[in-house]
T-cell receptor, first 115, second 113 residues
Framework: EAGVAQSPRYKIIEKRQSVAFWCNPI?????LYWYQQILGQGPKLLIQ????????DSQLPKDRFSAERLKGVDSTLKIQPAKLEDSAVYLC?????????????FGSGTRLTVV | TQLLEQSPQFLSIQEGENLTVYCNSS?????LQWYRQEPGEGPVLLVT?????EVKKLKRLTFQFGDARKDSSLHITAAQPGDTGLYLC?????????????FGKGTKLSVKP
């Protein structure tokens, strides 16, 4: 089966600019996650979707970050305006069932550099 | 706030050596997963452990979940250069949103030929 697709792979923007990332999960996977991985750290959950509904966005900085999954398939994550500390790899993951017994499948990520 | 502490943070060994990586927490987890991440790629799931005391083997890798479901270890026998990568443990938040994984900072392993 095809994996989780993310684009772009790399993005360099200036602070205060806007940026959007796209994710297409594995076909049929109901649950989609966005994680932020800062260099030298493990991934941190930003938002979890179940179909097109938000399950958990408690760690999403809502003053600048937004995410949507309108048709319960692909998703976009937006940052507006970006700050230097947003430089990180943004990982999208999906799973077929709620609960992690089956594990996540991660995409390759988008590496964002804010200068 | 649940935290997962991984140790060591960095490990550089010669091919053929054995090693153990630890993942510890003061919190109980519903399940614990181990991932391996290579540069420029997303983490890839290696194993999920669910039952306290559970031991799982994946070729030269042995994973153990602590009896109290608060800690885990990964043991690699006769390491090979292909084992090089970042090893991440991740615990499922017990009682929290199902599927919400909390990751440790990882152990960066380098196996030299």
């Amino acid at each position: 089966e095809a994996g989780v697709a993310q684009s772009p792979r790399y993005k360099i923007i200036e602070k205060r600019q806007s940026v959007a990332f796209w994710c297409n999960p594995i076909s049929g996977h109901a649950t989609l996650y966005w994680y932020q991985q800062i260099l030298g750290q493990g991934p941190k959950l930003l938002i979890q979707f179940q179909n097109n509904g938000v399950v958990d966005d408690s760690q999403l900085p809502k003053d600048r970050f937004s995410a949507e999954r309108l048709k319960g398939v692909d998703s976009t994550l937006k940052i507006q305006p970006a700050k230097l500390e947003d430089s990180a790899v943004y990982l999208c993951a999906s799973s077929s069932l709620t609960g992690t017994a089956y594990g996540y499948t991660f995409g390759s990520g988008t590496r964002l550099t804010v200068v | 706030t649940q935290l997962l502490e991984q140790s060591p943070q960095f490990l550089s060994i010669q091919e053929g050596e054995n090693l153990t990586v630890y993942c510890n927490s003061s919190s109980v987890f519903s399940s614990l997963q181990w991932y391996r991440q290579e540069p420029g790629e997303g983490p890839v799931l290696l194993v999920t452990v669910v039952t306290g005391g559970e031991v799982k083997k994946l070729k030269r890798l042995t994973f153990q979940f602590g009896d109290a479901r608060k800690d885990s270890s990964l043991h690699i026998t006769a390491a090979q250069p292909g084992d090089t990568g970042l090893y991440l443990c991740a615990g499922e938040d017990y009682g929290g949103s199902q599927g919400n994984l909390i990751f440790g900072k990882g152990t960066k392993l380098s196996v030299k030929p």
